[in-house]
């Protein structure tokens, strides 16, 4: 897929660019061409002989060449942007990310962006401090630059060089060269998720009880985290918002961790307003204990009694307030034939699709590698698919929310 692709690595100054020397090399290593573009702050943190040595090319970094040099190109910083497949910055600075949002052009990296021609891929990485990279004006220039189409991947979470701990860190090399790759995959970019904000709830939830005991139910997340993995594939923006599960993070999908009910409330209200897609593929218990038992409850008696509220219905906040250029999707578990009741739930939550599937934890529902799912529209249309695997079923059913996008999303 690499061998023979122009691609530009754009190197700003965090700590996090001593990692491109090899991210240089893994592309090299897969036939592809690299030049460097790196702004003065990046030579502070990465040396230029470095990067030429690994890339078998000159560095680029002002954008005034010397006069009267043999060979010299005056207009590399046209050049270099147009003869590109594709641009990499990483890591990107709070600094480069407000230049490129307002077409600032100062040195060669800036230069490259501006004159990429249309439909290359541009991938950024940010790469900061948490706070930095929470700050309004950063997530406003990246929200600047996702609808100028480009592909933003959100940093990881780990230790910071300021010594924290969260948001912030710069993927491996190994992991940027996945992500290039998926981007240059046509079928990737000519899906009509490509870029689309989608957000899935995934798992169980645990209602404490007391410190050591919880209400909770079968469900492994298998569901969800194949429709974040199907959907990122597809080139959407995903968010997985997850209960306790033992499973990996899909590759290009960005996780939040969560126990309770209310935690997955407070983790998904955030993107109520500009997600796309909602799927909420998440087992959330209904109750939840009044009032948990500080530390450990002693078994004195036969019988306890526990008083129980209800949790919030995320998917029904959601489907009340989405706006027509929204779509709210859930899922119906039922023991035995209940179609009615999941089109009443269709109804009710005010969403888009719902796909009912009954739990006999053989072939569907919890804790399964396989399910059987029947999609069911607000319009009416029902769909009954056969047994497939859990990817093969998110398959479908993204299948079904690409054709119930808004016109002007496809």
């Given at each position: ?60 970094r ?47 990296l ?20 948490g706070?930095m ?55 990737t ?89 909602f ?9 939840r ?26 998917l ?12 709210a ?9 209940g ?8 109804a009710?939550?005010n969403?888009d699709?719902?796909?009912f ?24 249309k029902?769909t ?27």
């Amino acid at each position: 897929m690499l061998r023979g692709k122009n691609i530009i690595i754009g190197i700003c100054g965090g700590i996090a660019a001593y990692k491109t020397p090899l991210l240089v090399r893994l592309l090299k290593k897969r036939g592809a061409n690299v030049r460097v573009a790196i702004t003065e702050g990046g030579v502070r943190f990465v040396s230029e002989l470095a990067l030429a040595t690994v890339a078998e090319e000159p560095v680029y970094r002002s954008l005034f060449p010397m006069a009267n040099t043999e060979g010299t190109d005056y207009t590399g910083h046209i050049s270099l942007g147009e003869w590109a497949d594709a641009l990499i910055i990483a890591p990107a600075t709070a600094n480069t990310l407000a230049k490129l949002a307002i077409g600032l052009c100062d040195d060669m990296l800036t230069a490259c962006f501006i004159t990429l021609r249309p439909g290359k891929p541009v991938l950024i990485f940010p790469a900061m401090d948490g706070q930095m990279f929470l700050s309004p004006s950063v997530q406003r220039n990246i929200q600047t630059l996702f609808t100028q189409g480009c592909r933003m991947i959100s940093p990881e979470s780990g230790e910071l060089a300021s010594g924290q701990v969260g948001c912030g860190r710069m993927p491996e090399p190994e992991s940027i060269l996945k992500y290039l790759e998926d981007e240059l995959c046509s079928s990737t970019r000519h899906s009509p998720l490509y870029g689309k904000s989608v957000v899935v709830t995934a798992g169980p939830t645990r209602e404490k009880i007391d410190g050591v005991r919880f209400i909770s139910n079968y469900s492994s997340g298998k569901m969800g985290f194949a429709i974040a993995r199907t959907a990122a594939k597809r080139g959407a923006i995903v968010t997985l918002i997850t209960g306790p599960v033992y499973l990996e993070t899909p590759f290009g999908v960005d996780r939040l961790d969560i126990e309770s009910a209310t935690e997955m409330q407070a983790a998904a209200q955030p993107f109520f307003k500009n997600c796309n897609i909602f799927i909420a593929a998440a087992a959330v218990s209904d109750y939840r204990p009044v009032a948990p038992y500080e530390g450990k409850m002693k078994k004195d008696d036969d019988q306890i009694e526990l008083t129980l509220k209800k949790n919030p219905d995320i998917l029904a906040e959601f489907g009340m307030q989405k706006t027509s250029a929204q779509l709210a999707v859930g899922f119906a578990l039922e023991t035995q034939s209940g179609l009615e009741n999941a089109r009443k739930k269709l109804a009710s939550k005010n969403l888009d699709l719902i796909a009912f599937n009954f739990f006999d934890r053989k072939t569907s529902g919890f804790d399964v590698n396989t399910n059987i799912l029947t999609l069911i529209e607000s319009n009416g249309k029902t769909t009954e698919l056969p047994q497939l695997s859990k990817d093969e079923a998110a398959g479908k059913l993204l299948d079904a929310i690409e054709k119930l996008l808004p016109e002007n999303q496809h």
